[in-house]
């Protein structure tokens, strides 16, 4: 059997497929009880996964299109142009001076060139995007129903106060401290809606896990049964924590 | 000489890639693609970087000792994606794919729900409506919440419109005020790295 018909069998079988998520995501709600090896395993192992994962892509999306394939191409046909890729690469490489105590200032060439390159790129697009959002805002008044047009007026009028808000070249006092004081409740609202969204994010991403256990009934009580062993034989004769003076009273 | 020479690298640069908003033509159009080029290879060594310094850590770890075993996993499970990888491709139906799907999808999501749990106790904890701001903020939240689920229309019908309101009128609103905040900070902030009023990004 080749290694390529032995890796399918293992990875791409259904026991795998069944077994292996549903054990994952018992292992990392194991945590809901208190931190545990197991959690630790599945925290690891999904470290590892991740970063497999993200290294792979990169040399497929960004290493081979954008240095090996130029570099290969420099050696079939090489242009005057391709010295700026050499230069390129040896500026680059001073990054790794960093990880260097004595010469750690010799990567503030690339620093020093990165970041001006990012000011000199970021500022006129940050300036866009002000403008851009300005100009989203200024959109007529008369928006069909009241309804509508109570949004024109709650983001116009909310918008200008919250960044009143920010306004510190005066004291917030009389008008300017009323309005200001609209601008905090408006971006509480933002603050609240913000959560409320986060929360309702996380707990359909909950619904997601359970709807995965109920799918594979067999595995998920198995593993939760074997989970729940594991840890009732860790907390008890594995790792004997010291009671706090408030537990060992009561 | 160690930060004033970046310094006045970073100037050069960015004058130049500021310059090339406002000036067409040829030579702006060369150097548009000097620059690209200048990051894409940055960002490969940069790709470079971050393997050599996940390697360098576990590494120590395991010389050291500290958590040995779960940085040998970490680094066995790095091997094995790349030996997936290179063995079989990164398509859909392969083994590097099926391993995604059954090992990272489920870990990331199954870490990202446990926080459904800590947010809501953090919140139970933290949220108390002392004064009118934070009584907004529990209104808007809750409203908001209850206009994502079933429950909340049962309650009350206007409570889905309630919520589609909150969400396009005062929190588009609030966030709008805070993108502006961001980006004049930002603005700033790159306005004191090109003059070399901001130097934390450089070392000694």
Same mark, same amino acid.
């Given at each position: 059997?080749?290694?390529?018909?032995?890796?399918?069998?293992?990875?791409?079988?259904?026991?795998?497929?069944?077994?292996?998520?549903?054990?994952?995501?018992?292992?990392?709600?194991?945590?809901?009880?208190?931190?545990?090896?197991?959690?630790?395993?599945?925290?690891?192992?999904?470290?590892?996964?991740?970063?497999?994962?993200?290294?792979?892509?990169?040399?497929?999306?960004?290493?081979?299109?954008?240095?090996?394939?130029?570099?290969?191409?420099?050696?079939?046909?090489?242009?005057?142009?391709?010295?700026?890729?050499?230069?390129?690469?040896?500026?680059?490489?001073?990054?790794?001076?960093?990880?260097?105590?004595?010469?750690?200032?010799?990567?503030?060439?690339?620093?020093?060139?990165?970041?001006?390159?990012?000011?000199?790129?970021?500022?006129?697009?940050?300036?866009?995007?002000?403008?851009?959002?300005?100009?989203?805002?200024?959109?007529?008044?008369?928006?069909?129903?009241?309804?509508?047009?109570?949004?024109?007026?709650?983001?116009?009028?909310?918008?200008?106060?919250?960044?009143?808000?920010?306004?510190?070249?005066?004291?917030?006092?009389?008008?300017?401290?009323?309005?200001?004081?609209?601008?905090?409740?408006?971006?509480?609202?933002?603050?609240?809606?913000?959560?409320?969204?986060?929360?309702?994010?996380?707990?359909?991403?909950?619904?997601?896990?359970?709807?995965?256990?109920?799918?594979?009934?067999?595995?998920?009580?198995?593993?939760?049964?074997?989970?729940?062993?594991?840890?009732?034989?860790?907390?008890?004769?594995?790792?004997?924590?010291?009671?706090?003076?408030?537990?060992?009273?009561? | 000489?160690?930060?004033?020479?970046?310094?006045?690298?970073?100037?050069?640069?960015?004058?130049?890639?500021?310059?090339?908003?406002?000036?067409?033509?040829?030579?702006?159009?060369?150097?548009?693609?000097?620059?690209?080029?200048?990051?894409?290879?940055?960002?490969?060594?940069?790709?470079?970087?971050?393997?050599?310094?996940?390697?360098?850590?576990?590494?120590?770890?395991?010389?050291?000792?500290?958590?040995?075993?779960?940085?040998?996993?970490?680094?066995?499970?790095?091997?094995?994606?790349?030996?997936?990888?290179?063995?079989?491709?990164?398509?859909?139906?392969?083994?590097?794919?099926?391993?995604?799907?059954?090992?990272?999808? *489920?870990?990331?999501?199954?870490?990202?729900?446990?926080?459904?749990?800590?947010?809501?106790?953090?919140?139970?904890?933290?949220?108390?409506?002392?004064?009118?701001?934070?009584?907004?903020?529990?209104?808007?939240?809750?409203?908001?919440?209850?206009?994502?689920? *079933?429950?909340?229309?049962?309650?009350?019908?206007?409570?889905?419109?309630?919520?589609?309101?909150?969400?396009?009128? *005062?929190?588009?609103?609030?966030?709008?005020?805070?993108?502006?905040?961001?980006?004049?900070?930002?603005?700033?902030?790159?306005?004191?790295?090109?003059?070399?009023?901001?130097?934390?990004?450089?070392?000694?």
């Amino acid at each position: 059997m080749d290694i390529k018909a032995l890796l399918d069998n293992i990875f791409l079988n259904d026991m795998f497929v069944s077994w292996i998520p549903v054990l994952a995501t018992i292992m990392i709600l194991s945590f809901l009880y208190r931190d545990n090896p197991l959690y630790k395993i599945g925290e690891n192992i999904f470290i590892g996964v991740a970063l497999g994962y993200g290294w792979i892509l990169s040399w497929e999306y960004i290493v081979d299109p954008f240095f090996i394939m130029p570099v290969k191409d420099m050696f079939v046909e090489f242009h005057f142009w391709d010295i700026t890729y050499i230069l390129w690469f040896l500026l680059a490489l001073t990054m790794f001076f960093r990880f260097s105590r004595k010469n750690a200032w010799v990567a503030n060439y690339y620093f020093g060139f990165l970041f001006g390159y990012m000011a000199g790129y970021y500022i006129p697009i940050a300036i866009q995007n002000i403008l851009r959002q300005s100009t989203d805002l200024m959109k007529p008044i008369n928006q069909g129903s009241f309804f509508e047009s109570s949004k024109w007026f709650v983001i116009i009028f909310g918008t200008f106060a919250a960044l009143m808000y920010f306004f510190f070249s005066k004291p917030h006092r009389g008008l300017l401290g009323k309005t200001a004081r609209v601008g905090i409740v408006v971006m509480m609202i933002f603050f609240g809606a913000a959560f409320g969204s986060t929360v309702m994010g996380r707990v359909s991403l909950f619904i997601d896990r359970a709807l995965l256990l109920v799918e594979f009934p067999m595995q998920s009580i198995v593993c939760t049964i074997a989970v729940i062993i594991y840890m009732i034989i860790y907390f008890k004769f594995i790792k004997k924590e010291k009671l706090h003076d408030d537990e060992s009273f009561i | 000489m160690k930060k004033e020479i970046p310094i006045l690298l970073g100037l050069i640069v960015g004058i130049l890639w500021y310059g090339e908003f406002f000036i067409a033509g040829m030579f702006q159009e060369n150097q548009k693609l000097f620059f690209a080029n200048g990051m894409k290879i940055a960002g490969v060594i940069g790709i470079m970087v971050g393997v050599y310094s996940v390697a360098r850590q576990n590494y120590y770890k395991i010389k050291y000792n500290n958590e040995r075993y779960y940085a040998i996993l970490r680094v066995f499970m790095i091997f094995l994606m790349i030996f997936l990888g290179i063995t079989s491709g990164t398509s859909p139906g392969t083994p590097f794919s099926s391993m995604f799907m059954s090992v990272y999808v *489920p870990f990331q999501a199954t870490v990202f729900s446990l926080l459904a749990f800590y947010i809501a106790s953090a919140a139970y904890r933290s949220f108390k409506a002392k004064s009118v701001e934070s009584g907004v903020l529990l209104a808007a939240s809750i409203i908001v919440m209850l206009s994502k689920i *079933p429950i909340g229309q049962e309650i009350w019908s206007q409570i889905p419109v309630m919520g589609e309101w909150i969400m396009d009128a *005062p929190s588009s609103a609030g966030r709008r005020a805070i993108i502006f905040g961001g980006y004049l900070g930002s603005i700033t902030m790159m306005i004191r790295i090109f003059f070399g009023l901001e130097r934390s990004h450089l070392s000694e």
